[in-house]
């Protein structure tokens, strides 16, 4: 069998991997602090026909023969770079311009990550996500709050009735990892720290590379529709080329086929 079929049929099946990374960061243009994904492919072995320097004679091949069996998915790596940054009416969202992750509690106890600050209160005040999860370190609004403000530092302050001077309600603070890549993403705009990410370090918002906050402001998806459909175009062609292939070495075997046998 021709290894043409083979070597198509994996470019076939990397660039229906491709399409779906693809069509994933586009559903997800309007989410909230979503980062894209990029799907990276590598070669698969070679098998060599005539290893270079051979010798032939009294000679030496100066190049070698091999043909290349197809292509695979190396890796999807999850791109980082900030989004852009929207203001909104809401004095609860808060935005990170720069490195690091809020901590968020789920049910289960563990920390979670995420770039996701629309934040909103709860009935006992607390500072919770749109799922009910408790950010980290916890932050009490008093009930008769008249002002909610978050300083670039990550200092939450409130305005009580009878009180000219805020009041500090606590410190936000933001956690940071040496491989932002290796979080492992849970869906609902969280992740979870793996060994590939290494352990979260913490710091205050603006100090150790970290980000600043924003308050009342909150980040976009960082994905670009224009590169995202000059990628499915691209995508699309190249599944396309291989499917031909395809086609030309099925071709080239009938017509091996229908050689009249030597006499």
């Known amino acids: 069998m021709m290894r043409a079929l083979y070597s198509a049929a994996s470019g076939m099946i990397a660039q229906q991997y491709n399409m779906d990374t693809i069509s994933n960061n586009l559903a997800n243009v309007n989410t909230t602090g979503f980062k894209g994904n990029i799907a990276h492919f590598q070669d698969l072995i070679y098998q060599t026909l005539q290893a270079p320097g051979s010798p032939v004679g009294a000679a030496i091949v100066p190049v070698g023969q091999d043909v290349g069996l197809g292509v695979k998915v190396g890796s ?23 490195d690091g992750f809020f901590q968020v509690t789920l049910p ?36 008769n709050a008249t002002q909610f403000q978050v300083g670039t ?6 305005t009580v009735p009878g009180s000219s001077t805020p009041q500090n309600l606590g410190q ?11 979080l492992a993403p849970q869906g609902t705009n969280y992740f979870l720290q793996t060994a590939a990410s290494g352990p979260p370090i913490v710091t ?11 308050g009342g402001w909150l980040e976009n998806s960082n994905v670009q529709v224009v590169n995202e459909i000059v990628n499915m175009i691209v995508a699309q062609r ?3 080329a291989n499917s031909k292939a395809i086609g030309a070495s099925d071709q080239m075997l009938q017509t091996a086929i229908q050689i009249p046998p030597f006499q």
């Open 76 to 98: 999807s790596e999850k791109l980082f770079t900030q989004g852009s940054l929207v203001q909104t009416s809401d004095p609860f969202d808060m935005a990170i311009q720069g």
């Open 108 to 143: 289960d106890g563990t920390t979670a990550y995420t770039r996701d600050g629309h934040f909103t209160v709860d009935a006992n005040g607390s500072v919770v996500t749109s799922d009910g999860y408790f950010i980290q370190p916890q932050i009490t609004v008093p009930q």
């Open 153 to 158: 530092d990550g200092t939450v302050t409130a």
């Open 172 to 182: 936000i603070t933001l956690a940071r990892f040496v491989n932002n890549a290796g």
């Open 204 to 214: 205050q918002p603006g100090l150790n590379g970290s980000g600043t906050l924003e």
């Open 238 to 240: 190249a599944y396309e």
